[in-house]
């Protein structure tokens, strides 16, 4: 079995400070990390359930991934993030069942993280990301 745990469930939203007053709020929830990642361009917020996180992920630019996101489909479900201990391995394999890599190669991630992405198509209509820690 590729995959260790739930990394994180991310979504996307229009006003990221919006959507971290309403976690507390609504649940007490605490950001445990908060990071621009500019070259995807976006600004994540995380929030700590258990060994995973909540992903909070808002645009930083108008042609960032989240942006074109949020303008075809709206705030919501962005995509689910898997743990894994070998990215380059973990992908490869979802290639070789029939997934659409988006990244070629693994790469940064935040929080330090190496990354991939496979794309919808190729999953049964959800966005995937591969973390190795």
Same mark, same amino acid.
């Given at each position: 079995?590729?995959?260790?745990?739930?990394?994180?469930? *991310?979504?996307?939203?229009?006003?990221?400070?919006? *959507?971290?007053?309403?976690? *507390?709020?609504?649940?007490?929830?605490?950001?445990?990390?908060?990071?621009?990642?500019?070259?995807?361009?976006?600004?994540?917020?995380?929030?700590?359930?258990?060994?995973?996180?909540?992903?909070? @992920?808002?645009? @930083?630019?108008?042609?960032?991934?989240?942006?074109?996101?949020?303008?075809?489909?709206?705030?919501?479900?962005?995509?689910?993030?898997?743990?894994?201990?070998?990215?380059?391995? *973990?992908?490869?394999?979802?290639?070789?069942? %029939?997934?659409?890599?988006?990244?070629?190669?693994?790469?940064?991630?935040?929080?330090? @993280?190496?990354?991939?992405?496979?794309?919808?198509?190729?999953?049964? %209509? @959800?966005?995937?990301?591969?973390?190795?820690?």
């Amino acid at each position: 079995m590729l995959l260790t745990e739930i990394d994180h469930i *991310a979504i996307a939203v229009n006003d990221l400070d919006a *959507a971290v007053a309403y976690y *507390a709020e609504a649940f007490g929830a605490e950001v445990a990390h908060r990071e621009v990642v500019d070259s995807d361009g976006v600004e994540e917020a995380l929030v700590k359930v258990a060994d995973s996180y909540i992903q909070l @992920t808002a645009a @930083t630019r108008p042609d960032s991934p989240i942006a074109k996101f949020l303008e075809k489909r709206g705030e919501g479900l962005h995509h689910v993030g898997y743990r894994v201990d070998n990215c380059a391995e *973990a992908l490869a394999s979802l290639v070789a069942a %029939g997934g659409r890599a988006i990244d070629e190669e693994p790469r940064p991630g935040s929080r330090g @993280t190496t990354v991939a992405f496979v794309h919808p198509k190729g999953s049964f %209509g @959800t966005l995937i990301e591969l973390v190795q820690e």
